[in-house]
């Protein structure tokens, strides 16, 4: 390939890269300090509660799971009103730690409890599920209400074809001049 073609290569790659990145700099932004965050999440008691002990980890001591799920609602009703959702996204039991986690649907609150005594042992805000769905575009679709994650689906392809164009005209970038002086 002769310089010329190789100076119009570099230069419609140059286009492509700078474009991009104009167009999608909040997204990437986004994306790099949630991920970072989410990285953390463990080790920051602010993004993430720590998981309690319980009573005991043997589950034949264990409440009903209906029991601790009536408890937990209680509790729910209790710190945030009557109109607060009571739809469970899931119930994290926790039987190395003796523990329940009741998560709910339509919101970030959950509550911790220990499974032998029903003993709300954390009550908080899910920062990091938050975080997550900002992360990963699912907040676009839960407050527009939209069907099977479509933004999600919509936005976590364009980031990833995204990170693709950027990595290869980033190599193309850093690659073609050495390849034109080369040339000489």
């Known amino acids: 390939m002769d310089r010329k073609k190789h100076a119009s290569i570099l230069r419609v790659t140059r286009s492509i890269h700078r474009k991009t990145g104009i167009i999608l700099f909040v997204a990437f932004f986004a994306v790099a300090v949630t991920g970072l965050m989410l990285g953390w999440k463990k080790n920051v008691d602010i993004l ?5 002990k319980g009573a005991s980890n043997d589950v034949s001591k264990w409440l009903p799971m209906d029991s ?5 609602n209680q509790e729910l009703i209790a710190r945030s009103g009557d109109d607060i959702s009571l739809i469970l996204s899931k119930v994290d ?5 003796g523990i329940v986690k009741v998560i709910y649907e339509n919101h970030y609150n959950s509550v911790q409890l220990d499974a032998v005594t029903g003993e709300v042992l ?7 599920d938050l ?11 839960n407050y527009f209400g939209l069907p099977n994650g479509i933004f999600k689906l919509f936005y976590t392809s364009i980031m990833g074809l995204a990170l693709i164009t950027f990595t290869i005209t980033g190599f193309w970038l850093w690659y073609g001049p050495k390849v034109m002086r080369k040339e000489i």
């Open 122 to 128: 954390s009550y908080e805000y899910r920062t990091s």
């Open 93 to 97: 039991a926790r039987p190395d730690k």
């Open 131 to 141: 975080v997550e769905h900002l992360h990963e575009g699912t907040i676009v679709d």
């Open 68 to 72: 601790l799920i009536a408890i937990s």
């Open 48 to 52: 993430q509660h720590p998981t309690a």
